[in-house]
């Protein structure tokens, strides 16, 4: 279909005849509509057009009635652009139907005869469903909430999408101005590089993990899927940030390592302290019947070191892993800490000053007093080692409310109230792979001979116990900052460090000795007796209840082991008290683990083993005359 032509030009003799004829063999069935305009922008030639619309009404009209309003300018330019300069272009125009909008896709290239421009041939299709798609896969791109990257194959960034600007926190003008590479953290770069070349070799990536930096200057572990585009030679990455996830695992696995050691702990304290018990009384009792300045008697009191060094070793193992028992009581923290200082000063040398900030109105925490004083000494021992050529140890209280928001960036966080005791130092500070470590049993960077490696690892141990968290923040040459967040307590505080004085040793009465060691019992029978004690030995609870009945004398107390085989020291208690009410207890244990302590009678005392003969005597003493 062709317009009259007029006058005579070009264009009018390349539509007539032969002309038309070709034209209409080659677009007359394309899917594209097409048309030819003359100089003047009058339509002079269409293949088809849309329903509702003939070829005879739009032919001969000037092909800018057939644009919508907005987009007459954009037309106009176009249509005449391409006139003046001969090169091909294209626009898009939205039109208003029945169905909707319907998006039109207009290509406009010259027609020449000779070396001039006669006219033009448009080119249009309907492209709504197309732009639909790439609308679709557009809000798809930025409203993902994986970290969406298209990679250049020199390694640069072409597109990301806002999760991913958000999570690192450069914008997109920033992350394309420098290869991906040097975001990378160095230790994975090299890794991530062999992953790229293959990537571009067409091998696909599932579940790769690298460091990205952060524009604040830390790192966040990503985990990427990627695959090459092998038309345009382009990487399409996927990543999901799994720092928080990966923090909790290396929490978890930690948690792990330390409760196997526990178990372990837990497992051979009760042997351990019962062997430790009888070599220390026995040293004690063969110490008493030497003169002083013997050789014998210093070999003994080297023993006796030994054993309470052991001991001493036991203890911590059984405080880091959480099975030492608690004496809770609302404490002053600053009050325990101001008790401290005294021998914290004895402890520091005379370059290292200490100085301690008090929190006015601190509340009460509820903990056991001598387990805190563990870990405050053991955080300024830690802070000693750092300091060799001296500097600042700083301790600080104070209240903090700690919010569920903050626990969403800090994987190490438990919602609530806390009273913070804070020890920082101007040490040497930690590496990254030693402050991930610090609080491992037995890791120890002081080298040999100095340290068991247990110290931080106890203090973990007794703030996870008291349902604390514990927190250290170090560089390399910036020193060192442990936090102690221990729970808040609503109660107030008791006095903490007052002695108790010391009872008379010896007495006349008669004790029931029950203990399944036979060198325990041994030892113990013999203290008592040296004591003026008199003494009934049985090897377990079966056992002690049927002295007790067969018994016609006065028993004036019962000295128990908690754990005993058949009948433990609580069963055993319980069957005591209906045969003789008013019998009095003292239970001594090596270690008890819940299991035992939670069938106790409340306020029960334990003397924990080993103990020491003055310790035995002195609480038997004052059992005695409660």
Same mark, same amino acid.
């Given at each position: ?9 070009? =264009? ?5 005849? /032969? ?7 080659? #677009? ?14 009058? +339509? ?13 009404? %739009? ?17 106009? $330019? ?32 010259? %027609? ?10 448009? &080119? ?36 990301? @999408? ?42 696909? #990536?599932?579940?790769?993990? @690298?460091?990205?930096? $952060?524009?604040?200057?830390? $790192? ?10 092998? #038309? ?33 702990? *837990?497992?051979?304290? $009760? ?20 003169? &002083? ?13 030994? *054993? ?25 923290? @600053?009050?325990?800490?101001? *008790? ?7 402890? =520091?040398?005379?370059? %290292? ?21 563990? #870990?405050? +000494? ?36 438990? /919602? ?50 008291? *349902? ?35 009872? /008379? ?7 029931? +000795? ?43 107390? +019962? ?42 009678? /409340? ?24």
């Amino acid at each position: 279909m062709y317009g009259a032509p007029g006058d005579s030009d070009p =264009l009018s003799e390349w539509l007539t005849g /032969p002309g038309l004829t070709t034209l209409d063999a080659i #677009v007359g069935e394309a899917v594209d509509v097409v048309g030819v305009v003359d100089a003047e922008l009058t +339509v002079r030639y269409l293949n088809w057009t849309v329903p509702g619309l003939s070829r005879a009404a %739009i032919v001969g009209k000037s092909v800018l009635d057939l644009v919508p309003a907005g987009f007459l300018d954009i037309a106009r $330019h176009t249509y005449t652009s391409v006139l003046r300069t001969g090169i091909g272009t294209r626009f898009e125009t939205i039109y208003e139907d029945v169905d909707g909008f319907r998006i039109w896709d207009v290509r406009v290239g010259p %027609i020449r005869s000779r070396d001039a421009i006669i006219g033009l041939v448009v &080119i249009t299709n309907d492209v709504t469903e197309q732009r639909r798609d790439q609308a679709d896969r557009d809000r798809f791109f930025s409203l993902s909430l994986d970290m969406l990257v298209v990679v250049s194959p020199n390694g640069h960034f072409k597109r990301s @999408n806002p999760a991913f600007t958000e999570i690192l926190g450069y914008s997109d003008t920033e992350l394309s101005a420098v290869p991906f590479l040097e975001l990378v953290h160095p230790d994975d770069r090299e890794e991530t590089r062999a992953i790229f070349a293959g990537l571009l070799q067409g091998t696909r #990536v599932t579940d790769f993990e @690298n460091r990205y930096r $952060h524009r604040r200057g830390d $790192h966040r572990v990503f985990s990427w899927r990627s695959t090459l585009d092998p #038309v345009t030679g382009d990487v399409y990455g996927v990543a999901r940030d799994v720092t928080a996830y990966r923090a909790t695992e290396a929490q978890l696995r930690q948690a792990q390592k330390m409760e196997a050691v526990g178990q372990l702990a *837990g497992g051979i304290a $009760h042997d351990f302290n019962n062997l430790l018990l009888a070599v220390l009384a026995n040293a004690e009792l063969a110490l008493a019947k030497l003169p &002083i300045d013997s050789e014998a008697a210093e070999c003994l009191r080297e023993i006796e070191v030994a *054993g309470e060094r052991a001991a001493d070793l036991t203890n911590q193992l059984l405080a880091f892993s959480r099975r030492q028992p608690l004496r809770p009581t609302p404490v002053d923290l @600053n009050a325990l800490t101001r *008790g401290l200082m005294k021998m914290l000063r004895r402890l =520091l040398p005379e370059n %290292i000053e200490i100085a301690f900030g008090a929190a006015p109105e601190l509340a009460a925490v509820s903990a056991d007093p001598t387990q805190l004083e563990q #870990v405050i +000494v053991n955080l300024c021992v830690n802070a000693r080692d750092a300091m060799e050529r001296g500097g600042q140890l700083a301790l600080r209280t104070e209240n903090v409310l700690i919010e569920p928001a903050y626990c969403e960036t800090h994987a190490w966080a438990k /919602p609530g109230r806390y009273v913070l005791l804070s020890v920082r130092d101007t040490g040497v500070g930690m590496t990254t792979e030693v402050r991930e470590r610090a609080f491992e049993p037995f890791f120890t960077t002081k080298g040999a001979h100095r340290g068991t490696g247990l110290g931080l690892a106890t203090v973990y141990g007794i703030v996870q116990q008291h *349902g604390g968290m514990l927190h250290v923040a170090s560089e390399p040459g910036a020193g060192t900052t442990f936090s102690v967040y221990l729970p808040a307590d609503t109660r107030l505080a008791t006095d903490v460090g007052g002695k108790i004085e010391r009872a /008379p040793s010896e007495g006349h009465e008669t004790i029931l +000795v029950a203990e399944d060691e036979a060198r325990v019992r041994k030892v113990v029978v013999q203290i008592l007796e040296r004591a003026g004690y008199r003494t009934i030995a049985a090897a377990d609870g079966v056992q002690a209840i049927r002295l007790l009945r067969e018994c016609k004398t006065a028993v004036h107390l +019962v000295l128990l082991d908690v754990v005993m085989p058949e009948l433990g020291g609580p069963e055993t208690w319980e069957r005591i008290r209906e045969l003789r009410a008013d019998l009095r207890v003292l239970f001594m244990s090596g270690y008890a683990d819940e299991r035992y302590l939670a069938r106790l009678p /409340p306020d029960t005392e334990i003397i924990d083993k080993p103990f020491r003969t003055e310790e035995l005597l002195s609480r038997i003493r004052r059992k005695l005359d409660e």
